[in-house]
């Protein structure tokens, strides 16, 4: 795994508390990742992967110490544009239950499906691009 990738996993997992086992898949290399940093810190990321004219925004993750500042929203948006750039029309996430209005104001709506993952409650939500 390229040294950026596991930097981006390392700091996703921790944040997330999502067991290596379940973050980890065979669609890591195709995906494009943003990781942002404060100095050498890093403090926030996330990965898009795209299947067609669907893409898939996941595993976003901000320090506490760094929300509410607009950083998660930049990276949302970020990945995004990765996405347009590759032809998606439409977004999707599966967020944490408790950020759907987080991701509500970022234009996102909820639909139907809702799954459980290692104890985490997680809703189903997507936004034409």
């Known amino acids: 795994m390229p040294r950026q990738l596991e930097s981006a996993w390392r700091f996703s997992s921790r944040n997330r508390e999502i067991p290596r ?38 595993r976003i993750a901000v320090l506490p110490g760094y929300r509410g500042q607009g950083i998660g929203a930049r990276i949302v948006g970020m990945l995004e544009e990765r996405a347009r750039q590759r032809s998606a029309t439409v977004a999707e996430l599966s967020p944490h239950y408790y950020l759907e209005d987080f991701y509500a104001r970022l234009g996102y709506r909820r639909v139907a499906g809702e799954e459980w993952v290692a104890g985490h409650r997680l809703i189903k939500m997507s936004k034409e691009l």
């Open 21 to 58: 086992e379940l973050e980890l898949d065979d669609l890591d290399a195709e995906a494009s990742h943003v990781l942002a940093f404060d100095g050498k810190t890093p403090v926030a990321t996330g990965r898009v992967t795209i299947d067609g004219r669907m893409a898939t925004i996941a």
